[in-house]
């Protein structure tokens, strides 16, 4: 789907230092989260993860995924395409929390 940038880590942490420990801050926090949810769903956890390791080894930064994780809520353009994208591309974001307002129409 369009919108969803990867960075790559090793050119953030060249430019933005400061800002990839944050994001790997970010990131840790999240998956702990995960991780109390799901337990060691390692599939879940990579596919949640706001770093992405790569077939070669190269890691990126999934942009889309950390807007999520550090936004208050999250909606599409129109409610259907808030339906859209809590179906598919942010399925097991939506699954882990359910119900709290996270997700507007």
Do not use: C
């Amino acid at each position: 789907p369009e919108a969803l940038e990867k960075w790559p880590v090793s050119l953030m942490e060249k430019l933005l230092p400061r800002h990839m420990q944050i994001v790997y801050d970010i990131n840790w926090r999240f998956l702990q989260q995960v991780r109390a949810k799901y337990g060691d769903d390692w599939e879940r956890i990579s596919r949640m993860s706001i770093i992405e390791d790569g077939p070669q080894g190269e890691k990126s930064v999934r942009m889309a995924y950390l807007a999520v994780v550090a936004s208050h809520t999250v909606n599409g353009v129109a409610a259907i395409h808030s339906d859209i994208i809590k179906n598919t591309v942010f399925k097991d974001f939506a699954g882990l929390f359910p119900g709290a307002g996270w997700w507007l129409p």
